[in-house]
């Protein structure tokens, strides 16, 4: 361990052994202060924030109990260790009680004190790495990420919120790629499960026989290759909350386990006998009309009932295309970090291609779009010649474009669509000017020749609509 980081505070009010403890911890490197009194010492912690306090339990004004207390409240980075000549078990079960990480018993041993403050020392660094660590996870899954100012979002996130804090099953319909997982991890982070597992399984990605006992875990011998038990992922997320996606995909044997654990909070391995209570949160997803499911007879309808509790609906990117400058922009910042690019953006007509795009694939199609084109870019600003050819594809002007895609001509195929796509980006605003404006990437005087250009105001548009 490199000592030399160390900022260490000695207090005691014997001189001699306060500048004989201060001399040698300066000799390996620490920077070391030193303090005759607990009021100096309080003095000295206001001032700096020291990483370890050696304070001898005797002090003149107030004893060494009274500064850990101090500390506790208002130092609660710095680690306190206590010194004193008459140690007793239960003044060490105490100070160790009142949250002092070590008690020495004087004369102190030079190698006993040092081992004690690198120690203390270790358990700041991993105390702050654990910080950093879950402010990570916490800026990774909280609602943030989930970029959107559509209306349709705005009522998800709204929902996401007043949901979170709740046992409650929820159910999150969207087209593949739209988040889903991005939404489930959310509801869990805002949660008061958030210190508990979040365990996700792709139900449509095993095969029926494998994906029970992925759920419930199995016994030794239940069946073949079972050579051992196996703990499922309800006992992974006990305490948590367990994601499962594409539940459509669930058999009918695996959807009477489902909707028993829902209602009775228990279960048994494959091939066991041995009952298992869970405390989970069950969020769940699909792309499927499980009414229509449930019509076909494919879904149970007690289990639909059960999980169809709180239901979000994760919009398609079609529908919120005024959100498309937003997850650009915010893509365009994770790519160019990722390659060392410094691509400042889209020009004007790649943006309207990908906002005159159908998107099947949803924000995970875009994602991709987006990192390519971060690739493929020769400047700083991505151009329509950077972007795939299937997005030209669905423009029925498209033979007109092919030989110019950066040129004049695009703009003049593009601009059959514009009306349109002006249109929905203001109902998507509730007819705001100013957010419309932003959402599109253009400045509101832009915005109002276009509407004047394409004769649009509301009564134009819903008289002949």
Not at 357 to 385: D, F, M
Request: charged share 25%; net charge negative.
């Amino acid at each position: 361990m490199d000592t030399t980081t160390g900022s260490l505070l000695v207090v005691d009010d014997d001189r001699h052994i306060q500048n004989a403890m201060a001399d040698y911890l300066r000799s390996l490197g620490y920077r070391t202060e030193t303090a005759s009194t607990c009021g100096d010492a309080i003095e000295r912690m206001q001032e700096f924030p020291f990483e370890v306090v050696v304070c001898d339990v005797n002090l003149p004004d107030r004893d060494g109990f009274e500064l850990l207390e101090w500390s506790r409240e208002n130092a609660k980075d710095t680690s306190v260790i206590l010194l004193t000549g008459f140690g007793t078990i239960e003044s060490a079960v105490e100070a160790i009680r009142m949250g002092a990480f070590d008690y020495l018993t004087k004369p102190v041993i030079d190698e006993e004190l040092n081992l004690s403050i690198e120690r203390a020392i270790g358990q700041r660094q991993l105390v702050q790495e654990n910080r950093q660590l879950k402010a990570q996870l916490d800026q990774k899954h909280n609602l943030s990420n989930i970029i959107g100012k559509d209306f349709k979002m705005l009522r998800m996130f709204e929902l996401i919120e007043s949901v979170s804090d709740t046992r409650t099953t929820a159910l999150i319909l969207g087209e593949s790629g739209t988040g889903k997982t991005v939404t489930a991890r959310a509801i869990h982070h805002l949660s008061n499960r958030s210190e508990k597992p979040f365990v996700e399984v792709a139900c449509g990605a095993l095969p029926e026989t494998l994906l029970e006992s992925e759920l419930f875990g199995h016994v030794e011998g239940a069946f073949t290759g079972a050579t051992s038990d196996k703990e499922g992922k309800f006992l992974q997320a006990d305490g948590g909350t367990l994601f499962l996606d594409e539940i459509a995909t669930a058999s009918p044997q695996l959807q009477v386990k489902l909707l028993r654990v829902l209602q009775d909070r228990e279960f048994e391995p494959v091939g066991g006998n041995i009952t298992h209570k869970v405390d989970v949160r069950l969020v769940l997803a699909t792309n499927t009309n499980l009414e229509e499911a449930v019509r076909r007879g494919d879904f149970r309808e007690d289990l639909y009932y059960r999980i169809n509790v709180i239901t979000l609906t994760q919009p398609a990117l079609r529908e919120r295309i005024g959100d498309i400058p937003l997850l650009v922009d915010h893509y365009l910042k994770v790519f160019n970090t990722q390659t060392g690019r410094e691509i400042t953006g889209l020009d004007e007509m790649a943006m309207h291609a990908l906002q005159q795009y159908h998107w099947p694939g949803n924000v995970r199609e875009l994602v991709n779009v987006i990192e390519r084109a971060v690739v493929l870019c020769k400047g700083t600003q991505i151009c329509p010649g950077d972007l795939p050819e299937k997005l030209f594809q669905e423009n029925e002007q498209r033979s007109r474009v092919e030989a110019h895609l950066g040129g004049a001509s695009l703009k003049k195929a593009l601009s059959t669509p514009e009306r349109q796509l002006i249109i929905q980006a203001l109902e998507s605003n509730g007819w705001n000017r100013q957010n419309t404006a932003k959402a599109l990437g253009i400045n509101r005087t832009t915005l109002y020749k276009k509407m004047k250009k394409y004769d649009i105001d509301f009564e134009t548009v819903y008289k002949h609509a």
